[in-house]
């Protein structure tokens, strides 16, 4: 149930992301308010994750796989650069990721 969580708290926080990006400096007021609410809502999850999972490993798993995911959207939605340096530096955290995973 952990992980069902740690995944809600994931998707919720890369909805926080673009709703930011799209909110404009928080000028535009329904992105605005669906980045709090998504945020929250995230926070809450990854809350509920730790009652099964260990915190240090809720936080760098959901913190690894926002980064990718949001810089991954960035580019395919927003098409923001992409480059070498961005690409081998999201497949580290994706094994860092994989590695805590595993423990």
Do not use: H
Not at 9 to 38: D, E, N, R, W, Y
């Amino acid at each position: 149930m952990g992980y069902v969580f740690l995944v809600l708290g994931i998707l919720l926080g890369v909805t926080g992301q673009m709703c930011v990006k799209l909110s404009k400096g928080f000028k535009v007021k329904i992105p605005t308010v669906s980045a709090f609410v998504s945020f929250i809502a995230c926070i809450y999850f990854i809350s509920l994750a730790t009652k099964y999972i260990e915190v240090g490993i809720v936080f760098s798993i959901w913190a690894g796989l926002t980064i990718v995911c949001t810089t991954l959207l960035g580019i395919i939605l927003f098409g923001e650069s992409k480059n070498r340096r961005k690409i081998i530096s999201i497949i580290s955290i994706m094994a860092g990721v994989v590695l805590l995973d595993m423990i």
